[in-house]
């Protein structure tokens, strides 16, 4: 499946006392990552929602290898596990500038209408794009 390569430096505001990635922020992360696949496919959140398409999160998973440690440049890789149908996943691998495998991840988001609030199949215009 399609693949987009996401770069950010960790902030320090995003470590511990220790200069580790705090593991909340890594949901962040791959909200990013995301954000920027949608964004290659031509989309973004933002015109989704004013084109009636809500993408909420209903799961995340995360399994940490290595820590990130502040001022690190990561890389985001994010890549969908199959063609969505009510739902899309999308899974995660970060690298540090090392090419070390810190994290793998999984979130899963289902499509609402967001004029009825019920789910409803990935949009045509994003199913082409992946055809």
């Not at 693949?3 to 320090?12: D, F, G, H, W």
């Not at 511990?16 to 973004?44: C, I, P």
């Amino acid at each position: 499946m399609k693949k987009a390569s996401t770069k950010l430096r960790v902030r320090y505001n995003e470590t511990d006392k220790m200069g580790v990635v705090y593991h909340g922020n890594y949901a962040q992360y791959f909200e990013q990552g995301r954000t920027e696949w949608l964004r290659n496919m031509g989309f973004s959140y933002r015109w989704m929602e004013e084109n009636g398409v809500q993408l909420p999160v209903i799961n995340l998973n995360l399994d940490y290898k290595q820590p990130a440690h502040y001022d690190d440049e990561l890389t985001i890789v994010t890549e969908i596990k199959k063609i969505p149908t009510y739902r899309i996943e999308f899974q995660y691998k970060i690298y540090n500038q090392n090419d070390q495998l810190l994290v793998i991840g999984e979130t899963t988001l289902v499509f609402i209408n967001s004029v009825t609030n019920k789910l409803m199949k990935a949009p045509k215009y994003l199913l082409d794009k992946l055809a």
